[in-house]
């Protein structure tokens, strides 16, 4: 229970990865920010799924790729618990689309979905997580790490994401650690909608270990690093993909 009296807050977490980061902080005592974007119903789910600590969730609805939202749904957790340990930048989509039909729009939706909503909300959560002496863990994906056709938009986000993770580590570290989780291919809702594009697949074959990963495995690599158990990790991608990617 490291995390009982403890405020966390986690961008994107009604369903998939941050959803199930939610339900890991929840359990070691947390009180956990559950932000989303018109996705009351699944929060309402959340709540009663786990009535018996629901006290322990805070519903904030906030577009992320806003400032003046992001702003006030710092504040308004703030106003709550009157302090925030943990920030998980969570919140992403992704686009199946050859590069050259892509248009500005389509990067602009994805980059300021998946890359400036890192820097808004660390921006904003940043003087509170120094009080704490607080971490930031930080969503890529292991794409950057390997690349991937018609992914363009995504992976440059991802790949931004590990640099933003390395520079704000240096800048605010030792006061905050700054890290990051590149998952593989993972069981969540998004993975399923891409899987339904005519031709996509995941090659389970270079998988070594032959299956998906789950999002509360990939929730236990985010728990950690938010973690004293990762008290030395500064500025790290930790990348659990079933050995997709080795480095």
């Known amino acids: 229970m490291e995390f009982t009296g403890k405020t966390v807050l986690i961008t994107g977490a009604a369903s998939g990865i941050g959803r199930a980061a939610a339900v890991a902080f929840l359990r070691e005592g947390a009180t956990v920010g559950i932000n ?101 863990v930080n969503i890529a994906s ?16 991802k790949g931004g994401i590990i640099s933003l993770t390395r520079s704000l580590a240096r800048e605010f570290a030792p006061e905050i650690r700054v890290n990051a989780v590149a998952p593989g291919p993972t069981m969540t809702p998004m993975l399923e909608k891409e899987a339904l594009v005519p031709g996509h697949k995941e090659d389970l074959g270079a998988i070594p270990m032959g299956r998906y990963a789950e999002a509360k495995e990939i929730a236990e690599s985010i728990l950690f690093l938010a973690s004293t158990r990762a008290s030395i990790f500064c500025g790290d991608i930790i990348s659990p993909n079933g050995g997709a990617v080795m480095r």
């Not at 006290?55 to 702003?71: F, P, Q, T, W, Y």
């Not at 590069?99 to 389509?106: A, G, V």
């Not at 292991?142 to 986000?157: H, I, M, N």
């Open 36 to 136: 989303h974007i018109n996705q009351s119903h699944l929060f309402a789910e959340l709540q009663a799924t786990h009535a018996d600590c629901a006290d322990r969730l805070i519903e904030l609805e906030a577009d992320v790729r806003n400032g003046s939202e992001v702003k006030t749904m710092v504040d308004t957790l703030i106003a709550h618990t009157g302090r925030l340990d943990v920030l998980v930048n969570n919140a992403g989509v992704s686009q199946i689309k050859p590069f050259l039909e892509t248009t500005e729009e389509d990067w602009d939706f994805i980059i300021n979905t998946d890359l400036k909503s890192v820097f808004l909300c660390s921006k904003a959560a940043i003087p509170y997580l120094k009080i704490n002496h607080g971490a930031i």
């Open 142 to 157: 292991e794409l950057a790490l390997s690349g991937r056709a018609q992914y363009g938009p995504y992976t440059a986000a």
